[in-house]
Structure formats: structure tokens, C-alpha cells
């Protein structure tokens, strides 16, 4: 999850089945539409993008939102997370095949095992033409800014760390107003890549739009293809996982994009001439480091 630490009190204080009941009164008729998709369907909501949920209710993803704050949450994650409370058990909202009487062998041994399935999926899932332009992207880049928050920000920073050892200007800036600022500084030639989870986050999508302003060549790493930071973007990169349904944390997910996100760097240093140079100074460097 990224950037909603007061998800669990508003959903806690507004369960959404028994507010879509109570206030569907109020609501106009676009929103109405929404409420009744939700109220059909809430487990199969909780799989949904917000796109997705605005076209099952022949809707916009304004009004998706607008319904989600009338229920008093803050946007559509909070209603996923509210649904998936009411419709999951904890121990599916913590791993998928786990039981609540497992003990914790058996629960490292599923918890494990459905990362590796999630690591499967995605290599057989993953667009390898998506793949190859990001990576075009990032070797003819002048200067490349990583953009994310939340869960997603170390994955970001790790792979502009790992891109400035092959010789490349690649930055993350840890302060979301910085990444905001640092984008609007961007021009053609530069790259503002952007991970985000669930591809809503305000602040990541707020950044890629004003590197795209600036001219920059604009990608992105999202689980969900129909995520609203997909508008935003010129190379979109898609890898998800299952258990992306129930966990707030999405842990399987991260390491999906991670993995990718290491895919391009091997990529990346495979064909930039300079990077076995620059490598090798890397390691120089870090051996003063090391006992």
C-alpha cells in the first residue's frame, strides 16, 4: 500500500456495504450506477482498477471517487481495502493459501512458494516489447528521474542507484515535492520513470504529468493496467500478482517489481558501453567500505 496511513481508521468507521445502503439516497445518478456495481459485485471490486470499476458502471473515474469520498473514505483503494475487509477472512488478506491453523513452517513455506508462482506469472505475463522500449528509454536518456512514495520508493531508489554504477545520471529524490520539483526541471531526451503499485498515487502521478509537460519521455511500473498513472505515460510496464486481491502490502508485488526492475538494469548494462568500466570502479569504491 502507498501513502494511506489512515486508511484502516476510515475504513474501520465507515464500512462501505452498510454506507452504500444508508446513503444511496444522496447520491447523483452517475454515482448511483457506482454504488449498485459495488453493491452486485464487492469481491470482484476489490480486484479492480478504478478505471475498471468506472467502466463496469458506465461511469468516469471522477465519479468513482466522488462516491468513495460521500462513503467518507478517501479514494477507491480505501473502498478496495473496506470491501476486502468484509469479504475476506484475515488469513486470506494475509496470503492466499495460508489457514488460520498453519504453523509457521507451513506458513513460510506457502508464503514463499506463492512468491515464487507470483515470479512466474509475471515472467510469462510481462510484454517483452514494453520491456525493450523502457530499456531503449533509459540508455539514450540524458538524465533519468525515478519517481514513487510509500512501498514503492525503495525499489525506485534501488534501481537509480544500481543504474548510476553503469555511468548513467539517474536519480531518486526521497522527498515527493523534490521528485515534483526535479521533474519540472526535465526536457526532451530525459526520462522520468515512475513505479506505483496500485498506479494511483497522487503525488507519482502528479510528477510523471509534469515531466510530460517538460517533454520528458514518461514510464512507468504499475501492477494494474488499467491504472490511472497509465494516462500519464508513454511506455507502460505491467507486472502484478495475485495476491495484489486481499494484501494491503502486496508484498509478492513488490518483488515482482523488483525483479523487473532488475531485468532492465541487466538489460541496460548489457549494451552500454561504458558500464563495464564504470562497474568495475563501483566495486573499487565499495571494497574501501568492507572489511
Same mark, same amino acid.
Given at each position: 500500500?502507498?501513502?494511506?496511513?489512515?486508511?484502516?481508521?476510515?475504513?474501520?468507521?465507515?464500512?462501505?456495504?452498510?454506507?452504500?445502503?444508508?446513503?444511496?439516497?444522496?447520491?447523483?445518478?452517475?454515482?448511483?450506477?457506482?454504488?449498485?456495481?459495488?453493491?452486485?459485485?464487492?469481491?470482484? %471490486?476489490?480486484?479492480?482498477? %478504478?478505471?475498471?470499476?468506472?467502466?463496469?458502471?458506465?461511469?468516469?473515474?471522477?465519479?468513482?471517487?466522488?462516491?468513495?469520498?460521500?462513503?467518507?473514505?478517501?479514494?477507491?483503494?480505501?473502498?478496495?481495502?473496506?470491501?476486502?475487509?468484509?469479504?475476506?477472512?484475515?488469513?486470506?488478506?494475509?496470503?492466499?493459501?495460508?489457514?488460520?491453523?498453519?504453523?509457521?513452517?507451513?506458513?513460510?513455506?506457502?508464503?514463499?512458494?506463492?512468491?515464487?508462482?507470483?515470479?512466474?506469472?509475471?515472467?510469462?505475463?510481462?510484454?517483452?516489447?514494453?520491456?525493450?522500449?523502457?530499456?531503449?528509454?533509459?540508455?539514450?536518456?540524458?538524465?533519468?528521474?525515478?519517481?514513487?512514495?510509500?512501498?514503492?520508493?525503495?525499489?525506485?531508489?534501488?534501481?537509480?542507484?544500481?543504474?548510476?554504477?553503469?555511468?548513467?545520471?539517474?536519480?531518486?529524490?526521497?522527498?515527493?515535492?523534490?521528485?515534483?520539483?526535479?521533474?519540472?526541471?526535465?526536457?526532451?531526451?530525459?526520462?522520468?520513470?515512475?513505479?506505483?503499485?496500485?498506479?494511483?498515487?497522487?503525488?507519482?502521478?502528479?510528477?510523471?504529468?509534469?515531466?510530460?509537460?517538460?517533454?520528458?519521455?514518461?514510464?512507468?511500473?504499475?501492477?494494474?493496467?488499467?491504472?490511472?498513472?497509465?494516462?500519464?505515460?508513454?511506455?507502460?510496464?505491467?507486472?502484478?500478482?495475485?495476491?495484489?486481491?486481499?494484501?494491503?502490502?502486496?508484498?509478492?508485488?513488490?518483488?515482482?517489481?523488483?525483479?523487473?526492475?532488475?531485468?532492465?538494469?541487466?538489460?541496460?548494462?548489457?549494451?552500454?558501453?561504458?558500464?563495464?568500466?564504470?562497474?568495475?570502479?563501483?566495486?573499487?569504491?565499495?571494497?574501501?567500505?568492507?572489511?
Amino acid at each position: 500500500m502507498e501513502d494511506h496511513s489512515t486508511s484502516v481508521r476510515a475504513v474501520a468507521d465507515a464500512p462501505p456495504l452498510r454506507e452504500l445502503a444508508r446513503r444511496t439516497s444522496g447520491l447523483s445518478p452517475a454515482e448511483q450506477r457506482v454504488a449498485r456495481a459495488v453493491a452486485d459485485a464487492p469481491a470482484e %471490486v476489490v480486484q479492480m482498477s %478504478v478505471s475498471d470499476l468506472a467502466t463496469a458502471s458506465h461511469t468516469s473515474v471522477g465519479t468513482v471517487t466522488r462516491f468513495c469520498q460521500k462513503l467518507g473514505l478517501r479514494g477507491f483503494h480505501d473502498l478496495k481495502l473496506a470491501l476486502a475487509r468484509e469479504t475476506a477472512p484475515t488469513h486470506r488478506r494475509l496470503a492466499d493459501d495460508v489457514a488460520p491453523g498453519d504453523d509457521a513452517g507451513q506458513i513460510a513455506r506457502k508464503v514463499l512458494s506463492g512468491s515464487a508462482r507470483a515470479l512466474d506469472d509475471a515472467a510469462h505475463a510481462v510484454d517483452p516489447a514494453a520491456v525493450a522500449a523502457a530499456a531503449d528509454a533509459l540508455l539514450e536518456a540524458r538524465r533519468i528521474l525515478f519517481a514513487a512514495v510509500g512501498t514503492s520508493a525503495p525499489l525506485a531508489a534501488d534501481a537509480a542507484y544500481r543504474l548510476t554504477t553503469l555511468g548513467l545520471d539517474a536519480v531518486f529524490p526521497g522527498d515527493t515535492h523534490l521528485q515534483h520539483v526535479t521533474a519540472r526541471t526535465l526536457r526532451p531526451g530525459d526520462v522520468c520513470f515512475a513505479v506505483s503499485h496500485t498506479g494511483a498515487t497522487r503525488e507519482t502521478i502528479a510528477a510523471l504529468r509534469t515531466a510530460r509537460t517538460a517533454g520528458a519521455t514518461t514510464a512507468v511500473l504499475t501492477s494494474f493496467a488499467g491504472a490511472p498513472i497509465a494516462d500519464t505515460a508513454d511506455l507502460v510496464l505491467v507486472a502484478g500478482s495475485s495476491e495484489t486481491t486481499y494484501r494491503v502490502e502486496a508484498m509478492s508485488s513488490r518483488l515482482v517489481h523488483l525483479a523487473l526492475l532488475d531485468a532492465l538494469y541487466v538489460t541496460v548494462a548489457l549494451r552500454h558501453g561504458p558500464a563495464r568500466d564504470a562497474l568495475a570502479a563501483t566495486e573499487d569504491l565499495l571494497t574501501e567500505h568492507r572489511y
